[in-house]
């Protein structure tokens, strides 16, 4: 049986980076891979993926699809793994269906404009407090409720509790 799979998506500011960097901090036991962190494939390989005109494009259906892939690996040796990333919901699909993954839980991280806006005002990340990160975000939530995904708003849910919910799925 593969060790639990779960993935974190959404809009800059939400806090899943910080939820997986606790995660990653207090549980070494755990694979964590951050999206920010871990980056694109490399070019010579994003050319195998083809195009597409879709929203996130190229970028996002080619990480989903490599670094799934590369996941899969560390699935099939035992050891659980948490992706923190803002890809789209189909292209994680996608990538779970191309690599034989039927287990993974995908959780949409999402709060609101205000929380967002808040947040990466006070990181500094201003160019990201933006209309197109609202839009973005809205995106992301109408692709969890078509795929039936888990929507963990953290607007007024502190770090902690956020974490401990998203650690209950690897039996913490």
Not at 35 to 63: K, S, W
Not at 142 to 147: L, P, Y
Request: charged letters at 20%.
């Amino acid at each position: 049986m593969l060790k639990p799979f779960v993935i974190l998506t959404g809009a800059s500011g939400v806090g899943k980076t910080s939820i997986a960097q606790m995660i990653e901090d207090a549980h070494p036991e755990i694979a964590v891979f951050q999206g920010d962190r871990i980056g694109l494939p490399p070019e010579e390989i994003m050319v195998n993926y083809g195009h597409t005109d879709e929203p996130g494009g190229l970028a996002q259906r080619a990480f989903a699809l490599y670094w799934i892939g590369e996941i899969a690996l560390i699935l099939k040796a035992g050891k659980p793994v948490l992706l923190e990333t803002q890809c789209r919901i189909a292209f994680l699909h996608e990538g779970l269906t191309l690599h034989g993954i039927t287990t993974a839980r995908i959780i949409l991280v999402e709060c609101s404009d205000f929380a967002r806006r808040t947040r990466l005002h006070g990181r500094g990340q201003l160019e990201l407090a933006s209309q197109q990160m609202s839009s973005w975000s809205r995106y992301l939530r109408r692709e969890a409720e078509q795929f039936g995904h888990e929507i963990l708003d953290t607007s007024s849910r502190t770090l902690d509790a956020s974490t401990a919910h998203v650690l209950s799925y690897f039996g913490e």
